[in-house]
């Protein structure tokens, strides 16, 4: 398996070598990668299909505008269409008055749960659903591509524009962050249901 994302990734870079050269083979690259950047755009887009569709597409013609600038840096070329699709997404929601919404898959919450605390209860959602309503959209971020979309940390450095070591370091420090956080909602919500 691994030989063959290798040789995925061979033909990959032949192809955005020779879109670099002629932008008609970007349509091969748009065909490989329209469906998960649409996915990750969606999830991020509270769920809107209409929006989900703009940004995708405006995702994808700043991609074309700029695939002369693209250098393989060891990553999928899809990471670097996440970055730009993200840039999109959050210029959309600094330009209009819309919050941005955060797609939780419940199962995922519990995994994510369990990373940070050992057991799995409804007040702990509960109050994970509340913190991180409360959080910065970067902490959001990082932990929406860490935790629930189980991205690595060097695809997350490649979509942030950050180095491999830094992610982890930032994602290590929201964690303990949302620890103190989740456990002081917790006795909150606790103290409220009793």
Not at 25 to 42: A, D, N, S
Not at 106 to 114: L, P
Not at 116 to 138: G, R, V
Not at 152 to 176: C, D, P, Q, W, Y
């Amino acid at each position: 398996m691994a030989g063959q994302n290798l040789t995925n990734s061979a033909d990959e870079w032949k192809i955005i070598q020779a879109a670099q050269k002629d932008i008609r083979f970007f349509r091969e690259l748009y065909q490989r990668h329209f469906k998960t950047v649409f996915r990750f755009v969606y999830l991020r887009s509270g769920n809107d299909q209409e929006l989900t569709a703009d940004l995708t597409q405006q995702a994808f013609v700043k991609a074309m505008a700029n695939l002369h600038r693209y250098e393989y840096r060891g990553v999928p070329f899809v990471a670097w269409l996440y970055r730009i699709a993200l840039n999109e997404i959050n210029l959309h929601y600094r330009n209009s008055a819309k919050a941005r919404t955060v797609s939780i898959d419940e199962t995922i919450v519990k995994d994510f749960i369990e990373e940070i605390d050992e057991d799995f209860s409804e007040l702990k959602l509960q109050a994970l659903k509340e913190t991180l309503s409360e959080q910065d959209e970067e902490v959001v971020q990082l932990i929406e591509m860490r935790f629930f979309e189980k991205r690595s940390f060097k695809e997350l450095g490649e979509i942030l524009g950050i180095t491999e070591s830094n992610a982890k370091v930032r994602v290590h420090r929201i964690l303990k962050k949302l620890q103190v956080v989740l456990l002081k909602k917790l006795n909150k919500l606790s103290s409220e249901n009793r």
